[in-house]
């Protein structure tokens, strides 16, 4: 969620984003096929035009926001394990403008070691949930994580409409190699992804009832999916740390990351802005 303070420009066409918040309600349910050389699924339905427009002088509504995520429990099972991260945001500004597709800015990050399940057991530092996302410890009791390995972002190269939501290319950057692999120690892995981005709608609010509406609030949800095989040596199986230099397992680690087999390979994420 995004607001943004009235000015005479935003009153000049708050009658057309009116009209497009008739047009676009709710959530769009995303379905599954197949287009040409894309393995991941396209939005359906039929293109809606509209004029909504958002730029970098509003502000991320974090309070009104969340990144999920969901893999199966073990690849072998429909039992779903779930998290969250606590920090994430967008840099440089997302910028949304349907006229005007290139326009558009969307360069999104999280924080890994804000891994969060709700379970102790598994959110500490040194537990199953952040090792098996990439994270680097830098000392023996795995309580000070690299600030190299703590961030995942995603940087849009392209965006183009599909049905009524958007579909949107870009790099995903997860994990670093080790030397082993052949890639120079701590060289980021970029892969591309593809994101289904829909916009909910634009709505003025009444923001200190004051009975005045002074404050616009847009909503988007955007989807991707990756694989962990992907970014992690999936013979890994310990996290590495630098005061484990003669440990086979870490010194044969590709990457810094363990392929736990208590997640499975793809993990789903969901990101209500």
Known sequence: MFHSLNNKKMKNYRKALIAFALLVTGGVLLSQCKKGDDSVTPITGTPVYGTMAQDTS?????????????????????????????????????????????KMSIHFWVQLSTFNTGQPGRDGFGKCGPTYLGNMYLDSLKTQID????????????????????????????????????????????????VYLTASGTKDFDSNNDGTNDKYRSGYIATFSFLRSDFIDNASTKAWWQYAPTDPFTLNNKTYGVYSLSVGDQMDLTMNM
């Open 58 to 102: 509003w502000t991320l509504d974090q309070v009104h926001c969340n990144v999920n995520w969901e893999s199966p429990y073990y690849d072998f099972s429909n039992t779903m394990l779930t998290g969250r991260f606590n920090q994430f945001n967008f840099s440089p500004k997302f910028a949304f403008d349907e006229t005007d597709l290139s």
């Open 147 to 194: 600030p190299l390995s703590d961030t995942a972002k995603f940087d849009a190269t392209s965006v183009v409409r599909s049905g009524t939501g958007y579909v949107v290319k870009g790099n995903f950057t997860f994990n670093r190699y080790r030397a082993p692999s052949g890639h120079p120690d701590g060289t980021p892995i970029v892969k591309e992804v593809t």
